[in-house]
């Protein structure tokens, strides 16, 4: 069989690790074009996401020295997702799948073989899951599954320990085309897209070259970033608790008529200002969750563009494409 299959790799500030990612993708799709999986026109595609140091020369080289390599610069930096997203649209038109993966060689590479092949069985989207998390630290690994616990909680359904390492067919990269949100969070939205799924487990190794380009905070605003753009059950939460709330006081009120009527009027100071407070807090809650929505809102309205690629690498010879 030969269909094209496209590996796409966000990059930023990715020059210390690079050459040897690249090294072991070549052989990688070497092997799996020599087994006749793949397309001799299956290509690595490398996307800079507007990093500071010489990423960018370093995917120009590549590409120069070998035809398999290719490279999307993008305008500036857009973060993780967003520079995954110009990628897998850029790879879409000239593939038939596509697998994403980190530049720093995380994600076990042999498990791309587990992958294609599934997409020969007709899968449209194989997820990469890890099997365990042995190698993690503990805060890593409680904060990470206590992330997928939450998410899902919440209403936003992600694959457990899954990350964007993962196969997607040309027909579910049309699906996730027309996603046309701009608060994107594509680990929700690419089980939204349906068709056939199937699962590769995976060991998740160390970084083996730089630093993580994912401090606490931007994880938190990862986090943030799912629950608000995928689901509106927070919102629903609140409701819920307003009610509750209006429910007690019901019954504060049924309480206070009793004791009335028992002659015991004295009234608790304490309880009066503690209410105040208890529910101007609500109040303010609520206004900041509902607020949340309404700055999705605004920004969709906006309809920015996601991303902006400023070039494109590949052959000038159509044949080659
Ligand atoms: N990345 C990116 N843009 C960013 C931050 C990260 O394209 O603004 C890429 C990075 O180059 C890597 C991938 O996203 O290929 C995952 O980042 P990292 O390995 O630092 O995250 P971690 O594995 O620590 O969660
Ligand atoms: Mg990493």
Redesign the pocket.
Known sequence: MSDTLYIV??????EEVLPETARRLREKLEQLMGEGKISPQSRVLF?N?GSRDGTWSVIQGLHRDCPLFSGADLSR?R??QN?LLAGLMTAKDRSDMVISM???L?DDINAVDAMVDKFHEGCDIVYGVRSSRAKDSFFKRTTAEGFYRVMNFLGAETVFNHADYRLMSRRALEGLAQFREVNLFLRGIVPLIGYNAGYVAYERGE?FAGE???PLKKMLSFALEGITSLSTKPIRYITLLGFLVFLVSILMLVYSVVRWAHGDTVIGWASVICSVWAIGGLILLSLGVIGEYIGKIYLETKGRPRFLIREVLEETDETAL
């Open positions: 790799v966000p990059c930023y500030n990715e996307v996401d930096n973060g993780h520079a980190d530049a720093d995380q970084r993580s380009k994912y």
